[in-house]
């Protein structure tokens, strides 16, 4: 079956640092998604990547998309305490298909401390 | 515009019990997918409807069940619930199913006691 798998599951990092979750999928799949959630909330679309090489900027948040080494990673320059959230990667293609479903990592616990 | 709507936003019921929820996708979107949220479990799919049709399902038993109007609001239901059916269910509406993007609603949170 599809997996997807983020690392590292928890971060705490310092206010003002740099630091990179990644995403690595089992399919060869040239669709990623970033969603961002906050405690009790639902989840915030953050990127949406749809080919080889793709590279998203939004504020101090990158995404880029490497599919041949099925990796996905979402850099965060100078980190600050509104980031704190969870941040979950998604795949929904597999070799070409459309699977109708998103199949997501297990999130990344961002917690930025000052 | 509009974005997804789920109702309720909180429930809480009994062993025993079924629930209903429902999701309003965005004006125009034809896909709704719906997906269980646990801290032990994550995300896991439940199903994914399109124009009306079950395109895909999860690995979740008989007990939940879906469906989709012509209006394209989507409803899943819950039979015979039980303590582990606790969760976050968020649905999330896209245009056709891939590639464009999935929003999702806030979510219904289900508490069975």
């Known amino acids: 079956e599809l997996k997807v798998e983020q690392n590292p599951l928890f971060l705490s990092m310092q206010e003002g640092k740099n630091y990179t979750i990644y995403c690595n999928y089992s399919t060869t799949s040239d669709r990623l998604y970033w969603y961002r959630q906050d405690p009790g909330k639902s989840l915030e679309s953050l990127f949406v990547?749809?080919?080889?090489?793709a590279v998203k900027q939004e504020g101090r948040l990158m995404a880029s998309l490497d599919t041949k080494a099925r990796l996905s990673t979402l850099h965060i320059t100078a980190a600050v305490h509104d980031l704190s959230a969870t941040y979950f990667c998604a795949v929904d293609k597999d070799r070409g298909s459309t699977l109708g479903r998103l199949y997501f990592g297990r999130g990344t616990q961002l917690t930025v401390w000052p | 515009k509009a974005g997804v709507t789920q109702t309720p936003r909180y429930l809480i019921k009994t062993r025993g019990q079924q629930v209903t929820l429902s999701c309003s996708p965005i004006?125009?979107?034809?896909?709704v997918s719906w997906y269980q949220q646990t801290p032990g479990q994550g995300l896991q799919f439940l199903f994914e409807?399109?124009?009306?049709?079950?395109?895909n399902k999860g690995n979740f038993p008989g007990r939940f069940s879906g469906r989709q109007f012509s209006n394209s609001r989507s409803e899943m239901n819950v039979s015979t619930l039980e303590l582990g059916d606790s969760a976050l269910y968020l649905c999330?509406?896209?245009?056709?199913?891939?590639?464009?993007?999935?929003?999702f609603g806030s979510g219904t949170r289900l508490t069975v006691v």
């Open positions: 409807y399109f124009s009306e049709t079950q395109r």
């Open positions: 990547l749809l080919s080889n090489g």
């Open positions: 999330a509406s896209s245009l056709q199913g891939e590639g464009y993007g999935y929003t």
């Open positions: 004006s125009g979107h034809r896909s």
